[in-house]
């Protein structure tokens, strides 16, 4: 199976995230293992505690996804206490060490 890790990136990631992965990522259909997803813009907002979105991803990364929030994406919307714990903060070099060997990265 491949390996794969998302950036979720453009303004249609949280469409696609909430809508297609997601849901096939909790019915087990999605094919391919999905070693993280980093969100940056405004995706970081999907991260933000007590909601829908980031209760789904708190579920998927107790399967084993690796969350992670751009650093400057989330500092500079002042969210850095309000994203849920599972979620680091950082940069592209730890999103990458993070998720290792992937067969692609899919920007979103």
Known sequence: ?????????TNLAQY????????????GRHNVEVK???FVHDNVYMLTKNTDTAERLRKLHEKGIYLQAC???TY?????NSLIDEAKIGC?????????????IITI
């Open 1 to 9: 199976m491949k390996k794969v890790a998302y950036i979720a990136l």
């Open 16 to 27: 696609i995230l909430v809508n297609m992965i997601i849901p096939q990522l909790e019915e």
């Open 36 to 38: 993280g997803i980093f």
């Open 76 to 80: 500079m919307r002042n969210l850095a």
């Open 92 to 104: 592209f070099p730890d999103f990458y060490s993070a998720v290792g060997d992937v067969d692609l």
């Open 71 to 73: 650093d400057q994406c």
